[in-house]
């Protein structure tokens, strides 16, 4: 049972203006009336150990963490929660008592998103484009929740596609993992795949018009995109998809119940997800002029 005195959440990253969590949050606050505040820990590397020090103090409920801080957060923490381990990054700390524990709660926004799915998913090929913390929480929810046939993944930079496809070997026996190297390869992998999701922030505002694939490749009206990236709502990676009547899915389901269960961890209080969902797009609209 927490006391009634005031409560302090926030999110730790670096840069971190853009954020959206703080709105959302304090929505969620204000409707439930509860004694809790949301704010911003702008920290870069070097300072993450003292800020940590300093979050053990009975006041402090816990935060989100954002980039660039979720891998390198972990062994900073008293403990870690499984999933999160195998993920391989925190996006959610709870002080319990002064012990810092580490979730991981994309992974369950991703999941969330691709629930009205599930059957076009199960044992189909996945492509996921990216090998950061956003593909460790795909490939991880995808894996874990929908048994597909395959994950193949594709970065930029090769050899992080190639360690995040062994250990998934190593989490998950029954499914293939593999890499993609070249484009023409992810060409091909595209055409023969179910689902595929985008995690590498191009085309993330103010590169709105960058793709992660490229030009040409076209997608089928069975395939699901999912682009975790949520400024704008519609990137043109999901233009593209709607167009060629493929099912465009954005990152805004995702940031959201990441959300909800990070708050219900720290406040053993129901997520108001309505209201939570209004202020997200209230922002979102703001910022965008959509
Ligand atoms: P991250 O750990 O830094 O990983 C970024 C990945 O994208 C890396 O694989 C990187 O490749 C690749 N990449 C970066 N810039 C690129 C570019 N211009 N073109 C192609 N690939 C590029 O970041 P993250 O935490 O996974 O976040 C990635 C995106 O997901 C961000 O846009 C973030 O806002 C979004 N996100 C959304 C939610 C949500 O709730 N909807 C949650 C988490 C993240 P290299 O390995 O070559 O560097």
């Given amino acids: 049972m927490k006391s009634q005195s005031l409560q302090r959440l926030g999110i730790i990253g670096h840069p971190i203006a853009h954020t959206l969590s703080p709105a959302m949050h304090s929505a969620a606050i204000d409707e439930l009336r509860i004694p809790f505040t949301y704010g911003v820990f702008d920290v870069v590397d070097e300072f993450l150990p003292a800020l940590l020090a300093s979050l053990r103090i009975v006041e402090f409920a816990g935060a989100n963490v954002t980039i660039p801080h979720k891998v390198r957060i972990i062994p900073l923490l008293d403990a870690v929660d499984q999933d999160a381990l195998k993920i391989g990054a925190v996006n959610t700390i709870v002080n319990r008592n002064g012990k810092l524990t580490g979730y991981n709660t994309d992974a369950a926004g991703i999941r969330k998103s691709l629930e009205p799915f599930m059957g076009k998913i199960r044992n189909a090929p996945a492509v996921v484009i ?161």
């Fill in 130 to 290: 990216g090998a950061g913390g956003g593909a460790r929480a795909a490939a991880y929810a995808v894996s874990k929740n929908f048994s597909p046939a395959s994950v193949r993944f594709y970065n930029r930079t090769a050899a992080r596609a190639e360690t995040l496809a062994g250990q998934f070997r190593e989490l998950f026996p029954g499914i293939a993992y593999d890499c993609i190297s070249d484009e023409g390869a992810l060409r091909g992998a595209i055409a023969e795949s179910v689902l595929i999701v985008n995690t590498t922030p191009a085309g993330m505002t103010p590169n709105s018009d960058a793709l992660p694939i490229p030009p040409g490749i076209r997608f089928s009206n069975y395939q699901i995109i999912l682009d975790i990236i949520y400024t704008p709502i519609e990137t043109a990676l999901l233009r593209r998809a709607k167009s060629d009547g493929a099912t465009a899915v954005n990152g805004v389901e995702m940031f959201i119940h990441q959300g909800a269960i990070a708050f219900e961890l720290w406040t053993g209080k129901k997520f108001p997800i309505d209201v939570a969902r209004r202020a997200v797009l209230q922002a979102l609209t703001a910022r965008t002029g959509l």
